[in-house]
C-alpha cells in the first residue's frame, strides 16, 4: 500500500511539490513495521533513507542511552538530509510503541528526483528557508573586544 498523497503533502520537504508528482512518488514509499523498543535507526548509521510515521511513536535520543531530545508520533518525519546528501545518522531514534512508517530510499527518491527536476527546484527552495530560519534562531558571539597593547610611561628620576 503507498503512502497517501495527503500524508506526503505535509512533509515540509515536499509541500511545494504538486498533487501530480506527489501520486508519482509515492508508491516508491515502502511500509515499514519496527517492533516496541527496537531501534528505527541508530546514530552513525548510514542515512539510507526518509521515513514518515503512519502509527505509533518513536524517540529520539542522544546516543548511548543519552536524554531525549524529541518525541515523534503520526504525520512525524526524520531522515530528510540523509535522503539528500547519504550522511551519517546524527541521532538515535527507538520505538516507544509498535511503529509503522513508510520509507523511501536515497537511491529510489534520487531517481525519482533525476526524472522530475520541478522537484528538485522546490527541495532547495524548502532547504533555503530552513536554512535562513536557522541563520535567524542561532545567537551570534558576541565579538571579543580586543585589547590594544599601549607602552607605559618610564618614569623619569629626578
Known sequence: MPVPVEVLRRVPLLSKVDDAE????APRFVERVYDRGTPVVSRG???????IIAEGEATV???GGGSTVARLGPGDCFGEIALIDGGKRSRDITATTNVRAWGISRDQFRAYV?????IAWSLLEVLASRL????VATPKPVPRQRRHWVPRRRRQRA
Open 114 to 118: 533525476k526524472g522530475h527536476p520541478d
Open 45 to 51: 548509521s548510514s542515512g539510507a533513507g526518509f521515513f
Open 61 to 63: 535520543d542522544i546516543a
Open 22 to 25: 506527489l501520486a508519482q512518488l
Open 132 to 135: 535562513r530560519a536557522t541563520e
